[in-house]
């Protein structure tokens, strides 16, 4: 089993910034790719980026490439999405996902509890 706990939401003007936390616990040794999606209201889970648990490659939505950064601190088991130039499309409840490899959500086996970003114009 994996456990997942995000931080880091909030509210933020357009063109601001804001830095999401995934601490990962359990069988972090089952992990190879760790990933974040968001969820609008009214429409589907969607991709933003993914990390490789090892060696560090990463993957971005076209939606965020230039302005979103994902890392990881393996030490800490915990994998950060830097967010800057915000802007209010970006408003979503932000899900921390591990367990798939695609950029599918239905290929997660498990998500964090979301931590809200409402990015006000």
């Known amino acids: 089993q994996v456990r997942l706990v995000e931080s880091g939401g909030g509210l933020v003007q357009a063109g601001g910034s804001l830095r999401l936390s995934c601490a990962v616990s359990?069988?972090?040794?089952?992990?190879?790719?760790m990933a974040w999606f968001r969820q609008a209201p009214g429409k589907e889970r969607e991709f933003v980026a993914a990390i490789s648990w090892v060696g560090g490659l990463r993957y971005y939505a076209d939606s965020v490439k230039g302005r979103f950064t994902i890392s990881r601190d393996n030490a800490k088991n915990t994998v950060y999405l830097q967010m800057n130039s915000l802007k209010p499309e970006d408003t979503a409840v932000y899900y921390c996902g591990a367990g798939g490899v695609t950029t599918r959500a239905r290929d997660y086996d498990y998500w964090g509890q979301g931590t809200q970003v409402t990015v006000s114009s």
């Open positions: 359990g069988r972090t040794f089952s992990i190879n790719n």
